[in-house]
């Protein structure tokens, strides 16, 4: 069964930092591009970051540019998002998606071309 995880979520004060995972069972990771999304309560959902299959390349949203850091574990078959100066409006609940190939194209955030998806987290920022 083809299947992505998120863990690392939770509640967190602004100016704190999260990590959150994103680990693939059933499939290797080494053959997809990876994005992160997320969804506030009310909101459409965005694409927060993406990754290149071989990990090369990495593109971010202006919103999160200078405090999210993307990375991945091949070897793991996990991505990871790290999460610094979080701000209440980062509230969401975050999902990873995997897209198959290089990603050229995973910074337009196409939610249609990304083939699998997790089931999302909840990332809140509060005090």
């Known amino acids: 069964q083809l299947q992505l995880v998120e863990s690392g979520g939770g509640l967190v004060q602004p100016g704190g930092s999260l990590r959150l995972s994103c680990t693939a069972s059933?499939?290797?990771?080494?053959?997809?591009?990876i994005g992160w999304f997320r969804q506030a309560p009310g909101k459409e959902r965005e694409g927060v970051s993406c990754i290149s299959s071989p990990g090369d390349s990495t593109h971010y949203a202006d919103s999160v540019k200078g405090r999210f850091t993307i990375s991945r574990d091949n070897a793991k078959n996990t991505a990871y998002l790290q999460m610094n100066s979080l701000k209440p409006e980062d509230t969401a609940v975050y999902y990873c998606?995997?897209?198959?190939?290089?990603?050229?194209?995973?910074?337009?955030?196409?939610?249609?071309?990304?083939?699998?998806w997790g089931s999302g987290i909840q990332v809140t920022v509060s005090s």
């Open positions: 059933g499939f290797t990771l080494n053959s997809y591009a």
């Open positions: 998606a995997v897209q198959y190939g290089y990603g050229y194209y995973c910074s337009n955030y196409v939610i249609y071309n990304y083939e699998y």
